[in-house]
Each structure stands twice: as C-alpha cells, then as structure tokens.
C-alpha cells in the first residue's frame, strides 16, 4: 500500500489549501484515513480522521471548525479541506491508513499500518 500526500504550500494566514491522499494497492474502502502533523520542534499530532464508510469524523480541537476531512472512495483519495489558515497551522502534513471493520469508528492514535511521505504547509502571517 502507497499513499501520495499531495496539496502543500505556501499560503497567507487567513487562506485556504486543501490536502490530498491518494492510496494505490489495497482496498481502500476498508481503511480508516488519519491526518497527522508535525511541526519543527513538536511532536506529531491527530489533526482529523475518517472512518472507513465516511460517515464518522474527527477533528482535533485546535482545528474544528476550520478544517475536515473527507474521502472519495471512487477515487481512493482523502482529503483534508483546511480554511482559515494560522501560522500555527504550519507543519508537514501526513496522511496514514488502518485497515479495520465497519463498526470502528475514526482513528485518533498513532496505530496506523501505512503512512504517506508528508507535505509541507507554509503559512505567512
């Protein structure tokens, strides 16, 4: 299993950017996705995640309300739609997959199998 984290940038405080998370091999549809982030310095932290289904989300506190997370199954791709952008929000950005049941909702520990190469979001103030 690959996951391509894709979306990154540089953008004033404020904006807008939207992440993607485009998986090959495995069977998507049967993964829980997370969104992690580490800033210099700090450690990896949750910041959203998703059920299998779609239907559960979770997004950490300092990020509801200005980002969420989703998935297009179709296209074996998540994505993580982040508004409102903070110069604290800057960090590279992970995602990660967990194979799990239907009944498992969104992951928010570190117990992902796969994990993407990261992207690098920027955010002047």
């Known amino acids: 299993v690959q996951l391509q984290a894709s979306g990154g940038g540089l953008v004033q405080a404020g904006g807008s950017l939207r992440l993607s998370c485009a998986v090959s091999g495995g069977t998507f549809s049967r993964y829980a996705v997370g969104w992690f982030r580490q800033a210099p310095g700090k450690e990896r932290e949750i910041v959203a995640a998703?059920?299998?289904?779609?239907?559960?989300?979770y997004a950490a506190d300092s990020v509801k309300g200005r980002f969420s997370i989703s998935r297009d199954n179709d296209k074996k791709t998540a994505y993580l739609q982040m508004n409102s952008l903070k110069p604290e929000d800057a960090a590279v950005y992970y995602c990660?997959?967990?194979?799990?049941?239907?009944?498992?909702?969104?992951?928010?520990?570190?117990?992902?199998?796969?994990w993407g190469q990261g992207t690098q979001v920027t955010v002047s103030s």
């Open positions: 998703i059920n299998r289904g779609g239907g559960r989300t």
């Open positions: 990660a997959t967990k194979s799990t049941i239907l009944s498992v909702g969104p992951i928010t520990t570190e117990e992902y199998d796969y």
